[in-house]
């Protein structure tokens, strides 16, 4: 998988606890690259590389607007991350074999008061795409246009059966 859609709108940063995670990823940057947003893929984990999770996380607002963290099974990702920026921070809970994902939603919406993580369902790959471009539609009115035609598109499918 490649960092794609450089030039795009917006910017995204996507994390993953694992390169085991990036299949589920792919469904989050096919939406991205099918909106129009630029993404960046970077692998890190808070627990076994947290000196270079702190790193980015610190300097993240140099080079996004939106970071979108998954990972599985203790899911600590989302929440560092959130504890050394302000810039908001999408959960995507990953489905491990232990608890089914569950662990992992947990450990994302469970948040303590003042280190807020957004957090989609678990695999929720698309959600999770789509939630950071409707926060970067607040920043830009293209994007904004093109959520509206998304959304058109999403009904008139489901209208058709």
Same mark, same amino acid.
């Given at each position: 998988?490649?960092?794609?859609?450089?030039?795009?709108?917006?910017?995204?940063?996507?994390?993953?606890?694992?390169?085991?995670?990036?299949?589920?990823?792919?469904?989050?940057?096919?939406?991205?690259?099918?909106?129009?947003?630029?993404?960046?893929? !970077?692998?890190?984990? &808070?627990?076994?590389?947290?000196?270079?999770?702190?790193?980015?996380?610190?300097?993240?607002?140099?080079?996004?607007?939106? %970071?979108?963290?998954? &990972?599985?099974? &203790? &899911?600590?990702?989302?929440?560092? %991350?959130?504890?050394?920026? @302000?810039?908001?921070?999408?959960? @995507?809970?990953? !489905?491990?074999?232990?608890?089914?994902?569950?662990?992992?939603?947990?450990?994302?919406?469970?948040?303590?008061?003042?280190?807020?993580?957004?957090?989609?369902?678990?695999?929720?790959?698309?959600?999770?795409?789509?939630?950071?471009?409707?926060? @970067?539609?607040?920043?830009?009115?293209?994007?904004?246009?093109? @959520?509206?035609?998304?959304?058109?598109?999403?009904?008139?499918?489901?209208?058709?059966?």
């Amino acid at each position: 998988m490649s960092n794609s859609s450089i030039d795009g709108i917006g910017r995204v940063a996507i994390v993953v606890g694992s390169k085991s995670d990036i299949p589920i990823i792919e469904k989050c940057t096919t939406v991205l690259d099918q909106l129009g947003v630029s993404w960046q893929l !970077k692998v890190l984990s &808070a627990h076994r590389t947290p000196f270079e999770t702190q790193q980015f996380a610190v300097s993240a607002d140099e080079n996004y607007d939106v %970071i979108i963290a998954a &990972a599985g099974k &203790a &899911a600590h990702l989302p929440g560092v %991350i959130a504890s050394y920026t @302000l810039l908001p921070v999408i959960g @995507l809970p990953i !489905k491990s074999s232990a608890l089914g994902g569950l662990d992992s939603l947990l450990s994302m919406v469970q948040m303590p008061k003042g280190v807020p993580v957004a957090t989609v369902g678990i695999n929720e790959a698309e959600n999770a795409a789509l939630l950071a471009c409707h926060i @970067l539609s607040l920043k830009y009115e293209a994007l904004r246009e093109t @959520l509206k035609e998304y959304r058109r598109n999403m009904a008139e499918d489901v209208l058709r059966g």
